[in-house]
């Protein structure tokens, strides 16, 4: 049972170029988050996904898109990286609260550079 | 203002001490309630959920006031290993899930 898995764990990018970052989980969890951290700072939500088909926006969302075509994946794309866009980012998933609060998930993070 | 503010810190201890952590709301919809701790660049871990009725996990303590939409934390008799980052979650809504900046913590031999 791996959990909730993210590729690539590191990754450089020049100024301008595209990439996706892909989370996959293994729960069969409803709920699937995207997040990003700067130095010294909380986690901030980019994007997130109540189901299969569905995303919503997040606090930053600007600059990042997201899919979810299969319950178990929810990807995480670039399409003009910024330097500003150079961080760690975390996906998280989580089950279906059913009579108790239901925790999230993390990965092991992303470190993402762009030059 | 933010939807999930904390204290910053750092909070310095000695080991054995008792310290307590808050984390404000402004969303008075939110539904649930977490505390994570976070290790020097590694992920977010669960430390405990939060329930209204407070509940409580060994030397850690969760307390959960809806009227002035805070949560709390509390660590007796500190260990060194306790050393780390504590990060409140709320779930404001609509699975919206938000973290505060998080509470640094060092505890001292």
């Known amino acids: 049972n791996a959990g909730v898995t993210q590729t690539p764990k590191f990754r450089v990018l020049k100024t301008g170029q595209s990439m996706t970052l892909l989370c996959a989980q293994d729960?069969?969890?409803?709920?699937m988050y995207w997040y990003r951290q700067d130095p010294g700072m909380g986690l901030r939500l980019i994007h997130y996904?109540?189901?299969?088909?569905?995303?919503a926006k997040g606090e930053v969302p600007d600059g990042y898109n997201v899919s979810r075509l299969k319950k178990q994946n929810f990807l995480l794309g670039l399409e003009s990286a910024a330097p500003s866009q150079t961080s760690v980012y975390f996906c998280?998933?989580?089950?279906?609260?059913?009579?108790?609060?239901?925790?999230?998930?993390f990965g092991n993070g992303t470190r993402l550079t762009v030059t | 203002r933010k939807e999930v503010e904390q204290d910053p810190g750092p909070f310095n201890v000695p080991e054995g001490a008792t310290v307590a952590f808050n984390c404000t709301y402004s969303?008075?919809?939110?539904?649930?309630f977490f505390w994570y701790r976070q290790d020097c660049r590694k992920e977010p871990k669960l430390l405990m959920s939060v329930y209204s009725s407070g509940n409580e996990d060994g030397r850690f303590t969760a307390q959960l006031n809806r009227a002035s939409q805070y949560i709390s934390l509390l660590i007796r008799d500190s260990k060194l290993s306790d050393s780390a980052t504590y990060l409140c979650v709320v779930n404001r809504g609509n699975n919206d899930m938000r973290f505060g900046a998080g509470t640094r913590l060092t505890v001292k031999p």
């Open positions: 998280a998933s989580r089950a279906q609260d059913r009579g108790r609060n239901s925790p999230l998930h």
């Open positions: 969303n008075s919809a939110s539904q649930s």
């Open positions: 729960m069969n969890h409803e709920y």
């Open positions: 996904s109540v189901g299969e088909g569905t995303t």
